[in-house]
Nanobody, 122 residues
C-alpha cells in the first residue's frame, strides 16, 4: 500500500517555474514506477511524465519535453516534477501516481494522490 501527497502547486505567470513534489508513505516506494498526470475541467486525465523505479529512464508527453523534468529520491520517498517555461495551457490539477511499471494510461496506475492545482496566467 502506498499513500501519495502532492504539494508545490500554485499561481505563476507564463514563463515562470514551479516544482511539484509527491511524498509517498510505505517502505516499498522504491519498487514502483511513478507518473505525473494532469486534468483540466471537463477533460480526461492526461499523461505528463513518468520515471522507472530506479530512476534510470524518464518519459514525457511531447508538449512538455524540454520544459519539465521528472526525478525521484527513493531515500526520501519523493518524486518531483520541475516545470519551467510554463504556459497557460499547462493550467490543470496535477496528480502523481504509482504503478508496477511506466505506462501512459492513467488506469494502469494503482495509487493516486489528491492532486495539486497549477494555474499559469498569461
Amino acid at each position: 500500500q502506498v499513500q501519495l501527497v502532492e504539494s508545490g502547486g500554485g499561481l505563476v505567470q507564463a514563463g515562470g517555474s514551479l516544482r511539484l513534489s509527491c511524498a509517498a508513505s510505505g517502505r516499498t516506494f522504491g519498487r514502483y514506477a511513478m507518473g505525473w498526470f494532469r486534468q483540466s475541467p471537463g477533460k480526461e486525465r492526461d499523461f505528463v511524465a513518468a520515471i522507472t523505479w530506479v530512476g534510470s529512464s524518464t518519459y514525457y508527453v511531447d508538449s512538455v519535453k524540454g520544459r519539465f523534468t521528472i526525478s525521484r529520491d527513493n531515500a526520501k520517498n519523493t518524486v518531483y516534477l520541475q516545470m519551467n517555461s510554463l504556459k497557460p495551457e499547462d493550467t490543470a490539477v496535477y496528480y502523481c501516481a504509482a504503478g508496477d511499471r511506466v505506462n501512459y494510461k492513467a488506469r494502469e496506475y494503482d495509487y493516486w494522490g489528491q492532486g495539486t492545482q497549477v494555474t499559469v496566467s498569461s
